[in-house]
């Protein structure tokens, strides 16, 4: 039975589970998307979903909380100035998970967890696709000038 037991240790002694817990929340932060395992992605989901309504009042009190448990000042300041305004709106909820099925070696569930708003860069990968192209032409036609 699972009473009263408030989250997962993840088989990981406490100083390791903090600090895996640190390291992963500052990843999604930085990459707005992190592709981990699906009982990671649950406590580190926790963490994040708290830091991010911590966030959304900027104030002396709250920059200190969220700093004594991220690596980077750098995105301290980015979760502050950017993640936290894009959520105002939002009352909770601010990240998704998504499944991608089973890892290969050890047939754990993989997951992309993944803050809400994100946008995958669809016209920058198009952008780059149709330029190989043009540069394909173009060589070829080079090509065809020299013979």
């Known amino acids: 039975m699972?009473?009263?037991?408030?989250?997962?240790?993840?088989?990981?002694?406490?100083?390791?589970?903090?600090?895996?817990?640190?390291?992963?929340?500052?990843?999604?932060?930085?990459?707005?998307?992190?592709?981990?395992?699906?009982?990671?992605?649950?406590?580190v989901r926790r963490t994040a979903e708290k830091m991010i309504t911590r966030a959304k009042v900027d104030s002396v009190h709250n920059r200190r909380i969220v700093s004594a448990r991220l690596f980077d000042e750098g995105i301290v300041a980015k979760l502050f100035k950017t993640i936290a305004p894009r959520m105002k709106e939002r009352n909770g909820g601010y990240t998704r998970i998504l499944k991608l099925g089973e890892r290969q070696g050890d047939a754990a569930q993989v997951v992309?967890?993944?803050?809400?708003?994100y946008k995958l860069d669809i016209e920058g990968t198009e952008k780059k696709a149709s330029k190989k192209k043009e540069d394909k032409a173009a060589?070829?036609?080079?090509?065809?000038?020299?013979?």
């Open 2 to 43: 699972k009473h009263r037991n408030g989250f997962n240790p993840l088989e990981r002694m406490a100083a390791h589970r903090k600090a895996l817990h640190r390291s992963m929340v500052t990843s999604l932060f930085r990459h707005e998307r992190i592709r981990t395992t699906k009982a990671k992605a649950l406590e």
């Open 112 to 117: 992309i967890l993944e803050l809400v708003d």
């Open 139 to 147: 060589k070829k036609e080079k090509a065809e000038e020299k013979e």
